[in-house]
């Protein structure tokens, strides 16, 4: 699971280590990917286009995806109490 991915730049090493996770969980086991940052961002947000374009290439494939909307459950005072 990467969870809040996006929050900070990445730096070239960083990209390479996401890569190398991905391609070893491709065909092999589920992976979770949490963010903030919308999906359309997410190939800019990888310092070098080539992994960009490997990574967002093995993501894509057999996914499913779950845009959530609204308020932080957070925020909410139900969970909070």
Do not use: C
């Amino acid at each position: 699971m990467l969870d809040d991915f996006g929050l900070s730049p990445l730096k070239s090493k960083e990209s390479q280590e996401i890569l190398e996770f991905i391609e070893d969980r491709v065909q092999r086991g589920s992976t979770i990917i949490t963010s903030q940052l919308p999906i359309s961002e997410w190939h800019g947000y990888f310092n070098n286009p080539t992994i960009a374009d490997a990574i967002m290439d093995r993501l894509v494939h057999n996914t499913y995806k779950i845009n959530l909307k609204g308020e932080s459950m957070r925020k909410s005072k139900n969970v909070l109490s």
